[in-house]
């Protein structure tokens, strides 16, 4: 089954615990996004990569790390989280880039992240 | 400055009757558009998507309406289901490939 998964579902933790979100995906997609979702806000961009050891900021890149050093593989890391960074976090994968891509962009079920 | 507006951020409408979800841009370099669909605890799934070249594209139950001069896209559902009741997400891609989605509309159908 096509799908990208995420890991964990649900974590709390305190302000400056460094933390890891995992996702994957079985598509051999180039294209992975994290995006977080905020009331009012919808969803926006905060880093995306193109292919393996390529990534880019988006919309919303202050305090997190990405890597690609896998086609399937798109962590996304806050080195010290803090409380602005509660929020519902989402990573997606498209085959690959231009405009109608997107119709094929699968998302995974999302990590609910709340930092105290 | 939010370049994708959803004004409603909640509808309700009868089993049966029309939706129309809206959606304005500011965003000039937009030449496509989408809508996703979002249920509770899930990831926001595709539903339907327009390119700038058309005004009009339609996919069994759901129609989108592309007024360009006017920066406004509509989403049209014609029956709404119950389960239809989700929150709809407007997104829009720039030819470099950055895409900017709006809020959301929640949208409630009522048996």
């Known amino acids: 089954e096509a799908q990208v998964t995420q890991n964990p579902r649900y974590l709390i933790t305190v302000t400056g615990k460094k933390l890891t979100v995992t996702c994957s995906q079985n598509?051999?997609?180039?294209?992975m996004s994290w995006y977080r979702q905020d009331p009012g806000l919808g969803l926006r961009q905060i880093y995306y990569?193109?292919?393996?050891?390529?990534?880019d900021k988006g919309d919303v890149p202050e305090g997190y790390k990405v890597s690609r050093k896998e086609k399937r593989n798109f962590p996304l890391i806050l080195e010290s989280p803090s409380p602005n960074q509660t929020s519902l976090y989402f990573c997606?994968?498209?085959?690959?880039?231009?405009?109608?891509?997107?119709?094929?962009?699968?998302f995974g079920p999302g990590t609910r992240l709340t930092v105290l | 400055d939010q370049q994708v507006k959803q004004n409603s951020p909640s509808l309700s409408v009868q089993e049966g009757r029309i939706s129309i979800l809206n959606c304005d841009y500011t965003?000039?370099?937009?030449?496509?558009f989408l809508w996703y669909k979002k249920y509770p605890a899930e990831g926001p799934t595709f539903l339907i998507s327009?390119?700038?070249?058309?005004d009009k594209n339609e996919d069994g139950r759901f129609t989108v309406f592309l007024n360009k001069s006017a920066k406004h896209l509509s989403l049209h559902i014609v029956p709404s289901q119950p389960g239809d009741s989700a929150v709809y997400f407007c997104?829009?891609?720039?030819?470099?490939?950055?895409?900017?989605f709006g809020p959301g509309t929640s949208l409630s159908v009522i048996p």
């Open positions: 997606a994968s498209i085959l690959s880039g231009g405009p109608s891509s997107y119709n094929e962009q699968f």
């Open positions: 598509m051999n997609h180039e294209y």
């Open positions: 990569s193109m292919n393996v050891e390529v990534t």
């Open positions: 965003n000039s370099m937009f030449d496509y």
């Open positions: 327009i390119s700038s070249i058309k």
């Open positions: 997104a829009g891609v720039a030819s470099y490939d950055k895409v900017i």
